[in-house]
């Protein structure tokens, strides 16, 4: 079983809808949690950044971290073409310690 | 944050050979990471990077196949040592910046 599981999509909208990203883990020292979208050819780059549970929230953009039960989300409102990318989650026990990655999951928001 | 150049950005090895990956930062940071990211598949960490010590591997890593230097505090390399086919992957630099990490836009390297 790997330490992160997301379900890799292919997920596909239309534009304006509500997408909702999750990912499970199985490591209960995972403290930090990260999400990042990499568009085609380009690195991944940071979207939401949370420390332990709760919510936090940044435009169109929610992230969710529920500890007890080892699950993470991320939601886009009004979802827009431009953000058809991969989204990937990440975690790590530490700060600055080792990021572990979910599988990436493939968005295409169609107009 | 950070910005990294990274580079090639792309290139096609024959099998047998070596290929030097470049990453510079504008700014000075204490760790760099090398990540590979295999085709379909989720980033995984080769080593860690710390100015003036050896590179932390991860397990399947190892110095030999991908040896790493670290001369100062904004530039690393990453060698990627007799590539195979399977070598055939996306390699990222990243570096630790205020919250998260920053990457490079990659280096994708197709072995034949």
């Known amino acids: 079983q790997k330490e992160v599981e997301q379900d890799p999509g292919p997920l596909s909208v239309p534009e304006g809808a509500i997408v909702s990203l999750n990912c499970t883990y199985s490591n209960s020292a995972f403290q930090y949690f990260m999400w990042y979208r990499q ?3 380009k690195g991944p780059e940071l979207l939401m950044y949370t420390y332990s549970s709760g919510n936090k929230e940044d435009g169109r953009f929610t992230a969710q971290v529920d500890k007890s039960s080892k699950y993470i989300s991320l939601f886009i ?35 | ?42 980033l995984t ?36 040592s007799n590539m195979s086919p399977e070598d055939s992957s996306i390699y990222l630099c990243s570096v630790e910046w205020g919250y998260g990490y920053t990457f490079g836009s990659g280096t994708r390297l197709t072995v034949v």
């Open chain 2, 45 to 80: 960490l080769i080593a860690t990077a710390n100015q003036g010590s050896e590179a932390t591997y991860e397990s399947g890593f190892v110095i030999d196949k991908f040896p790493i230097s670290r001369p100062n505090l904004t530039f690393s390399t990453l060698t990627v």
């Open chain 2, 1 to 42: 944050s950070a910005v990294i150049s990274q580079k090639p950005s792309r290139d096609i090895c024959q099998r047998g050979t070596s290929l030097t990956i470049q990453c510079q930062v504008d700014s000075q940071v204490t760790m760099m990471f090398w990540y590979r990211q295999q085709p379909g598949q989720s």
């Open chain 1, 39 to 41: 568009y085609s050819r």
């Open chain 1, 77 to 111: 409102r009004d979802s827009q073409p431009s953000d058809s990318a991969t989204y990937l989650c990440a975690m790590s026990a530490t700060s600055y310690g080792k990021l572990t990655f979910g599988q990436g999951t493939i968005l295409t928001v169609h107009p």
